[in-house]
């Protein structure tokens, strides 16, 4: 079974800057897509980013320009480094993997348990 295990949530001043971390651990065989999604109270969760193994990116528009995935594939690690942050961002962020367990295997889907972060002065 894959683990996903986010970290580096907390709290921040408008305008400042947060780095997440997502480690996949387990029985993995390789990883296509990670991803950053976020759910803010009485919201649907939300596309935040995400990176395939190629570096391929893909942004929400409210984030761009001011956050950026990135991934170690050796490490099965994904970042989301937040810069500018608004009020607005606010949200629990969740990591997300589409993964192979063995070349046996299909591909499959995982969330991690999710990370706060709070954006307030």
């Known amino acids: 079974q894959v683990q996903l295990v986010e970290s580096g949530g907390g709290l921040v001043q408008p305008g400042g800057s947060l780095r997440l971390s997502c480690a996949a651990s387990?029985?993995?065989?390789?990883?296509?897509?990670m991803g950053w999604y976020r759910q803010a109270p009485g919201k649907q969760r939300e596309l935040v980013a995400l990176?395939?193994?190629?570096?391929?990116?893909n942004y929400a528009d409210s984030v761009k320009g001011r956050f950026t995935i990135s991934r170690e594939n050796a490490k099965n690690t994904v970042y989301l480094q937040m810069n500018s942050l608004k009020p607005e961002d606010t949200a629990v962020y969740y990591c997300?993997?589409?993964?192979?367990?063995?070349?046996?295997?299909?591909?499959?889907?995982?969330w991690g348990q999710g990370t706060q972060v709070t954006v307030s002065s």
């Open positions: 997300n993997a589409d993964l192979r367990e063995g070349i046996q295997y299909g591909l499959k889907n995982y």
């Open positions: 387990g029985s993995i065989f390789t990883i296509r897509t």
């Open positions: 990176i395939t193994v190629g570096g391929s990116t």
